[in-house]
């Protein structure tokens, strides 16, 4: 599964409605693919080394995590040095979230290298590959273009319509009372 995503999430980047990808890309855009991305390893190597009888998932998941920490610092570094705008750092709220989980999987798979046999510590790593199937799809889905119908990004989105509409309804009140005196 983890791997036809991988392959869906190169469509939706060579389909992407921007003209420029890679590094013209902008930074949003960027920090979405490598988010989506970078949370698809570790579900796909997690995945299909689980399948393999005899193998520890705890020295997986600790490698995993280790070549994960990378990107997210990189994700990070590119997104403080693009000096994103405040409606730009909700989409970057991933980053600090992706990095969190990597640390999660690196103490989890610390732990299941010490009692592989621990049913507790293999289902909390079954739960970080899930956590990270979500995010790399809710990210694949923001590369699309799709908007985000998250209830705070929808209300967020009223409050500030709301804010517009109202700041320039006395404008507009003006400009009618100056047009009633200029005809009167």
Known sequence: MAGTLIGLL????????????GIRAPLGFQVQ???AFT??????????????????????????AGGGISPTIGMTVLS???????RQL???AVIPVIGLLYILQLL??????????DLDAIQSQGVLVVVFFVIAIA????????????????VTDLVRER??????????ASETIGEADSTG
């Open 39 to 64: 949370a698809l390893i570790p579900a796909l190597v997690i995945s299909l080394f689980a399948l393999l009888p005899g193998q520890s998932l705890g020295t997986v998941a600790v490698i995993t």
């Open 33 to 35: 693919a490598a988010a």
């Open 163 to 172: 804010q517009r509409t109202s700041a320039s309804a006395p404008a507009a």
């Open 139 to 154: 990210r694949a889905w923001r590369l699309l273009g799709a908007r985000d119908t998250g209830l705070a990004t929808v």
């Open 80 to 86: 403080l040095r693009g000096r994103p705008g405040r």
């Open 90 to 92: 909700a989409g970057l």
């Open 108 to 117: 989890n798979g610390i732990d299941l290298m010490v009692h592989p046999k």
């Open 10 to 21: 190169f469509v939706a980047i060579s389909v992407s409605p921007h003209k420029d990808v």
